[in-house]
């Protein structure tokens, strides 16, 4: 408990620490790899802790997204105000579907999830006059106070920190421990007088409000919204960011995004084959590290899984 | 005082008809068994008592309020318990978190976001373990003990919700002999110190004879006898049925 303790502190203070390299490029790729970090680990409460399988939740990250964008540029509003209103309209719309996307279970939850995913990309792709379509939205109005990367770069990570920290807080709660028990035994759980589909909506709810987060700290992050984040696409790269690091642990998320974004950077820079390249990655972590590298390494530190 | 009143109960499950009219009343503190031979219908009467299916016939009320139709979530908070036939806990928790979790939820606790969980119910979800002989095994993870350990623990956790009324479905099935022994001893032990009243289906005729003091038979989904075990060894439907040469032997 004490080392991972230090060992946040330890890598927060490293964080801080980025911008004082000096390169752009580190601290452009450092805050998207927050950003990612933060979206796989709100994916990881449905898929780890729920065992819920989503492949919708691109959904979340993307209105979050568009809906920041709208909220400062098309009406203006100032940032304080955008930003958290951005993500209750995300919170409202994942209660909404999840209401539904609950009521059934394993490969038909997924299914659903996946067509209100497509749902939202299709409204994102055909409303032109609100979205820009195909282009996407262009020139958002982002406050000057985030307008250099290196105050961009510390306001994601205060927010990522913070939504960070109330995930740790809510899976080690008492809801946590009943969301886990929802996944393990799903039938148990409602013969101890749990209501189920009420827990998995709320941690629906919750993922797809801090997907919501993620999204819009991106918007602000490219001045900018592209159709393609909506794409179902964006809900596998989460999923594979999770199960890459490892959806057993609670940092798992955070490790799988940090590497896979560093890899498409990298890898896009000589080949122009990376889809290949992440699918033989992914394939190698299957069979030899099937709890993900948080997992493996865990393991190797003798330690065992939650 | 009747706890369980169960009135015409009919299943049918698209044409089959696995229950037909059944109706029975248990008495508080009655330590009810249901015998059949496999597929009488004891677990579909089973899952009708306690919401997972919903009776296509009939009424089942508990203390005197209609629970038909109700989710098995609602029934358990009114204070019906259950244990399963198939092994039924959570493999990949710990077994102290097994039994937390339902103290937590017990306490209606189950969506308090901020509330760490490792702290809570510390006390009665020991004194719980104790009372089924797993205080050793706490932190043991609960998929890996023996069958015989997690029906105990599953009967821990039915426990937690303070049922007045507990099902149990096969509560020996699968054990060994001398894990079956002591296990109806826990049983009947726990019924007495907590007065409970226990519905139970059982395959093992001892089992059966020692613990209940009221037997109904089922059979092809009709209940085709009810009385005191003296009864129903003497009772000559019975015999043919299902029992064999068993009532012989012990008579």
Aim: hydrophobic share 50%.
């Amino acid at each position: 408990m004490n080392k991972s303790i230090t060992g946040t502190a330890l890598l927060v203070l490293l964080l801080a620490l980025v911008p004082l390299a000096g390169s752009r490029y580190l601290i452009y790729l450092v805050t998207e790899i927050q950003i990612f970090a933060l979206f796989a680990l709100s994916f990881n409460l449905l898929l780890g802790y729920g065992g819920l399988i989503s492949f919708g939740h691109a959904a979340w990250f993307s209105i979050g997204a568009y809906a920041s964008a709208i909220l400062l540029t098309t009406l203006g509003w100032p940032f304080l105000l955008a930003f958290p209103a951005a993500v209750a309209v995300t919170a409202l719309a994942a209660a909404l579907i999840g209401y539904f996307c609950v009521k059934l279970t394993e490969i038909y939850f997924s299914m659903l999830t996946l067509a209100f995913g497509q749902l939202v990309w299709a409204i994102a792709f055909k409303w032109v006059s609100v979205t820009g379509g195909d282009t996407g939205f262009i020139g958002v109005a982002v406050p000057e106070f985030l307008d250099s990367p290196v105050r961009f770069f510390y306001f994601s990570l205060c927010v990522v920190l913070l939504c960070a920290t109330v995930l740790w807080v809510i899976v080690r709660s008492a809801y946590g421990m009943t969301l886990v028990a929802t996944r393990e035994n799903r039938n148990r759980a409602e013969f101890i007088g749990v209501n189920v589909r009420r827990v998995q909506l709320v941690a629906f709810t919750l993922a797809g409000t801090f997907a919501g987060v993620a999204g819009a700290l991106f918007t602000v992050f490219n001045h900018s919204v592209f159709v393609e984040t909506a794409w179902w696409s964006t809900s596998a790269e989460v999923m594979i960011m999770s199960i890459l690091g490892g959806v057993g642990s609670f940092v798992g998320p955070v490790i799988g995004a940090a590497v896979l974004i560093f890899l498409d950077r990298t890898v896009t820079e000589y080949t122009q084959y990376w889809p290949s390249v992440m699918g033989v990655i992914l394939l190698a972590v299957l069979f030899f590290m099937p709890t993900g590298i948080a997992g493996f390494l865990n393991r190797r530190r003798g330690g065992t899984r939650r | 005082m009747s706890v369980l009143t169960i009135n015409d109960l009919g299943m049918n499950f698209s044409g089959f008809q696995a229950l037909d009219g059944i109706s029975l009343t248990l008495q508080e503190g009655e330590r009810h068994a249901i015998l059949g031979p496999n597929g009488a219908g004891k677990t579909t009467f089973f899952n009708c008592l306690t919401g997972q299916i919903i009776p296509t016939r009939g009424v089942v009320s508990y203390k005197g309020r209609r629970i038909t139709g109700l989710s098995p979530s609602r029934i358990v908070r009114r204070g019906i318990g259950r244990s399963f036939q198939r092994i039924n806990i959570y493999p990949q928790m710990s077994v102290f978190e097994n039994v937390q979790v339902a103290m937590i939820a017990h306490e209606g606790m189950s969506f308090r976001l901020f509330r760490k969980a490792e702290a809570l119910f510390r006390e009665e979800t020991l004194q719980m373990l104790e009372l089924v002989n797993l205080t050793e095994d706490e932190t043991v993870t609960a998929g890996l003990m023996s069958y015989g350990k997690q029906k105990q623990l599953e009967l821990a956790i039915a426990l937690c919700s303070e049922p007045e009324l507990l099902l149990l479905d096969e509560p020996t099935a699968g054990m060994s002999p001398q894990e079956t022994l002591d296990s109806i001893a826990l049983i009947a032990d726990i019924a007495e110190q907590r007065q409970l009243t226990l519905l139970f289906t059982e395959h093992d005729m001892h089992v059966v004879f020692t613990i209940a003091d009221r037997i109904s038979v089922l059979h092809h989904g009709e209940l085709v006898a009810s009385g005191t075990p003296q009864e129903i060894r003497a009772n000559d439907d019975v015999r043919t049925i299902y029992l064999g040469g068993y009532a012989d032997d012990a008579a």
